[in-house]
């Protein structure tokens, strides 16, 4: 389990609908065939559709969070 900003990562999500950031108004960890399929990314204030795949920005985030070793812990601020 890795964590980043706050949110547990078991694995690579595949769609926002599977990212611990995207919330549809069911659960914070909401399963695409459930409830609404349009939601909030909580990451980068945007809303969009469950079943979108992974954005280029976030796919980036994921793949340096997946380079760490298990239990570490990633926080990313924005630049302003």
């Known amino acids: 389990m890795r964590t980043l900003n706050g949110k ?3 694995e690579e999500p595949t ?3 599977t990212c611990p ?3 549809n108004g069911t ?6 065939d ?3 399929t349009t939601g909030h ?4 204030d945007e809303n969009h559709k469950s079943w979108r795949s992974v954005p280029r920005r976030c796919a980036k985030l ?3 969070l997946f380079e ?3 239990g570490c812990e990633l926080v990313i601020v924005a630049k302003e």
């Open 62 to 64: 994921f793949k340096k």
């Open 15 to 17: 769609s926002c609908g």
């Open 27 to 32: 659960t914070y960890t909401p399963i695409s």
């Open 68 to 70: 760490y070793p298990d």
């Open 34 to 36: 459930r409830g609404s």
């Open 21 to 23: 950031f995207f919330y």
């Open 8 to 10: 547990k990562f078991y």
């Open 41 to 44: 990314c909580q990451q980068f």
